[in-house]
């Protein structure tokens, strides 16, 4: 396992952070700590939760795991998340202090916790002014309730307009954004990326293989059936399936993964954890794994470092088409030399 500092802060996480949206759901409380426990084991540092993860669920199975293991809890970076309802009325929702207040004791409650490494807003809220919110996440920061915050879900403006805020008023700044990032899904790249970069805000990218369609398990036309999430349950997200599978573009991208993979000996899976760990600005990579083994797996990828044509083969196979102003061909060239350093 490698390790990186947590975005802009002095917070070491590894390379891989486990994620448990499926505890309580599709993994059980006795495969959750399975999963715990090995990731533990070959060296991850980072938990990333949600409170409305299984209705809370998620996070209560975490706190029974770290109340029983105590010496590893205490290497742990834990994240969690705040914003969607998880009570009842009009104020059981978004970004306001009420909310948040309510929501984040409820968290640290569930994970039998007095703070967290890393709290963070599940998606922006319109309705609530922006520095209400700020100044929420530095007063919890002052009160040693939250180590440091960050966002999931914001747009580039989003993000930087909150990075001001903050520093206008003095107050604690964001050091991360967990973003939905993979090779199938690079538009992040044109904005979002450029402007944590220059924030100096990390990147936890969540749905690294793009629903499990980057670990190889679905074929051209044929629907998903047996192990998979699509296969058990196959009325979840067919439509979105079938939009995916008549794309050109997925399958240019999944045959050059399977070419690398095949080449180096590993997994599919690997190749396309390896690929997003080197991108610019990504501080740790959040895996779902609903198994041991799928775990195992993934973890795999932590030593790999694919080559500069390995790099380049995927990257030309999954580059996002986007023809309009701004964002053709001089806006792609504007945001390589961003993420270059270049001028």
């Not at 779902?288 to 795999?300: K, W």
């Not at 500069?308 to 792609?332: H, I, K, M, W």
Request: hydrophobic content about 40%; overall charge negative; glycine content about 10%.
């Amino acid at each position: 396992m490698q390790y990186r500092t947590l975005g802009r802060s002095g917070t070491v996480v590894s390379t891989q952070t486990l994620g448990t949206m499926t505890f309580g759901a599709e993994s059980d409380e006795e495969t959750a700590g399975a999963i715990l426990t090995a990731f533990v084991e070959e060296g991850g540092t980072c938990v990333d939760t949600a409170d409305v993860y299984s209705a809370g669920v998620s996070e209560e199975i975490i706190g029974r795991w770290l109340a029983a293991h105590p010496t590893d809890a205490a290497q742990l970076v834990v994240a969690t998340k705040g914003r969607f309802p998880m009570g009842e009325g009009p104020n059981g929702v978004g970004l306001s202090r009420r909310h948040l207040r309510e929501a984040l004791d409820a968290s640290l409650r569930r994970l039998g916790v007095d703070h967290v490494d890393l709290y963070q807003l599940h998606a922006w809220d319109a309705h609530t002014p922006l520095d209400e919110t700020l100044r929420f996440l530095d007063d919890a920061v002052s009160a040693g309730k939250i180590a440091y915050y960050g966002f999931s879900n914001f747009l580039g403006w989003q993000l930087t307009k909150a990075v001001h805020v903050a520093r206008a008023h003095g107050w604690a700044a964001p050091v991360t954004l967990q973003p939905q990032y993979n090779l199938l899904v690079r538009d992040i790249e044109h904005e979002v990326v450029p402007a944590a970069l220059d924030a100096g805000m990390g990147l936890l990218p969540w749905s690294p293989l793009a629903g499990g369609w980057l670990s190889g398990k679905y074929r051209r036309d044929v629907d998903p059936t047996g192990a998979t999430r699509l296969g058990e349950n196959p009325q979840r997200g067919m439509e979105a399936w079938a939009a995916r599978n008549a794309d050109e573009r997925t399958w240019q991208v999944i045959d050059a993964v399977g070419e690398v993979a095949e080449g180096r000996g590993v997994t599919m899976s690997q190749v396309a954890l390896a690929w997003l760990a080197a991108q610019p600005a990504v501080t740790s990579v959040i895996l779902g794994a609903r198994t041991v083994e799928q775990l195992t797996d993934n973890l795999g990828a932590a030593d790999l470092e694919l080559t500069t044509e390995e790099l380049r083969r995927l990257g030309d196979a999954s580059t996002p088409r986007v023809d309009d102003y701004p964002y053709g061909v001089a806006g792609v060239q504007q945001r390589d030399r961003k993420l270059t350093g270049g001028r």
